[in-house]
C-alpha cells in the first residue's frame, strides 16, 4: 500500500485523536506501517483509527484510550504494543495543548502546571516506556514535535515556550542515550524533533476562509515530513531539530 517505504514498522502514536494525528495515523499507514494510536478522548480515537483504515485501504490500524499522565499505564502500553505485533520501530509525540497570556506579568502559573504535563510528562512517560523497545528495533525513532517559539519565546507565551523547551531538553538527552548506546559503530536508533510554528488544517482553514496562517505547517505536510524521518539513517536524525517553518 502506498510506496511500502515503512513496510513491516510498528508505530506508536501518541495524541492520535486530533487532527495531527489523524493525518498521521493515515499517511504512516499509506506508508505500509502498522500504526498503533493513543489518545485520552475514546470516541475521537477511535474515529481517526477507522478514518486511517478506510483511507489507507484496510491497513492495520489500532488505537486505545492511554493515561500518558501515569508511568505505569504507558509502560503497560508499550508492552502491550510489542507483545502484540513483535516489535516497536517508532513513536511519535503529537499531544498538544496551548495557553497564553495577555502579557508577561499576566502569566498564570495554573497555565504552566497544565502545560507541564501535557508537554514534559508525556514525552517523559512515552521515552522511558518505550526507550529500550526502540533500541531493539534496527529503524527506531522517537519523534517530537515542537514549536519555533520554544527557541524564541515571546511575553505571552512563557508557559508554552518554557514546556516546549523542556520537552525538547528531554528529548535531545533521549537522542543521547541512543548515541550512547550505540557505541563507536554510532546509533542504530535516533530521538528527533520537528518544529513548526504552529498547525493549520481544512477545518481552520473552513473556519477563517480569509486567513493567510503564514508560516504554519498543514498537518498532511506534517505527516509527511514525520514519514520522512525513517528516509533518513539514524545518526543523520539523531539530536537534529527539523525545521519546517522559518529557523528564528
Known amino acids: 500500500m502506498g510506496n ?4 513491516g514498522a510498528v508505530i506508536a502514536v501518541a495524541g492520535a485523536g486530533g487532527p495531527a494525528g489523524r493525518a498521521a495515523l493515515l499517511r504512516l499507514a499509506e506508508a505500509g506501517a502498522v500504526v498503533v494510536g493513543a489518545d485520552n478522548d475514546p470516541e475521537r480515537l477511535a474515529e481517526a483509527v477507522d478514518a486511517a483504515r478506510y483511507g489507507a ?3 492495520t490500524v489500532t488505537g486505545e484510550p492511554v493515561d500518558l499522565l501515569d508511568l505505569n499505564s504507558t509502560r503497560d502500553w508499550a508492552q502491550r504494543v510489542e507483545k502484540e505485533f513483535g516489535r516497536i520501530d517508532g513513536v511519535v509525540h503529537l499531544v498538544g495543548g496551548w495557553r497564553g497570556s495577555e502579557t508577561f506579568i499576566k502569566t498564570s502559573l495554573d497555565d504552566w502546571d497544565f502545560l507541564e ?20 528495533s534496527e529503524r527506531g525513532r522517537y519523534v517530537l514535535i515542537s514549536a519555533a517559539g520554544a527557541s524564541k519565546p ?8 518554557a514546556a516546549k523547551a523542556a ?5 535531545l538527552a533521549l537522542a543521547d542515550a541512543f548515541q550512547k548506546a550505540g557505541g563507536a559503530a554510532g546509533p542504530t536508533s535516533a530521538a528527533a524533533i520537528l518544529v513548526v ?4 488544517h481544512e477545518a481552520m482553514r473552513a473556519d477563517r476562509p480569509n486567513a493567510k496562517f503564514a508560516g504554519f505547517t498543514d498537518v498532511k505536510d506534517l505527516a509527511e515530513a514525520i514519514t520522512g524521518v525513517w528516509d533518513k539513517s539514524a545518526p543523520e536524525v539523531n539530536g537534529q531539530r527539523l525545521w519546517l517553518t522559518e529557523n528564528p
Not at 511500502?4 to 513496510?7: H, K, R, W
Not at 515571546?154 to 515556550?161: D, I, K, L, P, V
Open 117 to 136: 504535563l501535557l508537554l514534559v510528562k508525556t514525552v517523559q512517560h512515552t521515552s522511558l516506556a518505550f526507550f529500550e523497545g526502540l533500541q531493539r
Open 197 to 200: 510554528k504552529a498547525l493549520v
Open 57 to 59: 485501504g484496510g491497513a
Open 154 to 161: 515571546t511575553a505571552g507565551n512563557a508557559a508554552y515556550a
Open 4 to 7: 511500502g517505504a515503512l513496510s
Open 167 to 171: 520537552a525538547e531538553a528531554w528529548t
